[in-house]
């Protein structure tokens, strides 16, 4: 019978001894549309006038289209919570080659993620998203059909108070 046995981390790990993840197919040719037709600048063209001009005081903030990819992330695997978002970019060999990470980075914590997306505003968040629905559309990827959404206010009293009974009308 097998014993599990304590080991110890080595000091001093190559990079390309580290295991790599065969990728995601949908990952990879999202990833290869977004580089040719130029995200992170669009991106970074977008957000300008939310940040100072480099060269000022202050630690520089994430890469926008690291950030903006990992909310891609976030939207097509239905993950709505930062820290979670921060756990599953972290844990994925796929994901981190999709971020455009090295093996020694770390993923964005996620208090860097909810600062940037309080700093920023909803008109970037539209542009970044009518941006890769155009990249994708434009590469014969996305199919859709018509589809219309009817709605009304109704008002709704839930009090225990309201209820009444339909066969003999007690409260």
């Known amino acids: 019978m097998g014993r599990r046995q304590e080991k110890q981390a080595p000091l001093w790990v190559a990079a390309p001894s580290l295991p790599r993840s065969p990728g995601h197919?949908?990952?990879?040719?999202?990833?290869?549309?977004?580089?040719e037709n130029g995200f992170d600048r669009a991106m970074e063209a977008a957000c300008a006038k939310y940040f100072e001009a480099d060269g000022t005081a202050g630690r520089p903030s994430i890469a926008l289209g690291l950030y903006f990819r990992m909310l891609l992330v976030g939207y097509f695997e239905g993950i709505e919570s930062e820290r979670g978002l921060e756990w599953r970019c972290s844990d994925s060999l796929a994901l981190r080659e999709f971020l455009g990470l090295l093996p020694g980075e770390t993923v964005p914590d996620h208090s860097t993620l909810s600062k940037m997306r309080k700093r920023l505003g909803s008109e970037v968040f539209e542009a970044m998203f009518a941006f890769v629905l155009g990249v994708v559309n434009r590469s014969g990827l996305l199919q859709g059909k018509v589809m219309?959404?009817?709605?009304?206010y109704l008002r709704s009293d839930?009090?225990?108070?309201?209820?009444v009974r339909r066969e003999t009308g007690e409260v």
């Open 158 to 163: 839930a009090s225990m108070k309201a209820i």
């Open 148 to 152: 219309g959404v009817d709605s009304a």
């Open 25 to 35: 197919r949908f990952y990879e040719k999202l990833n290869d549309l977004l580089r």
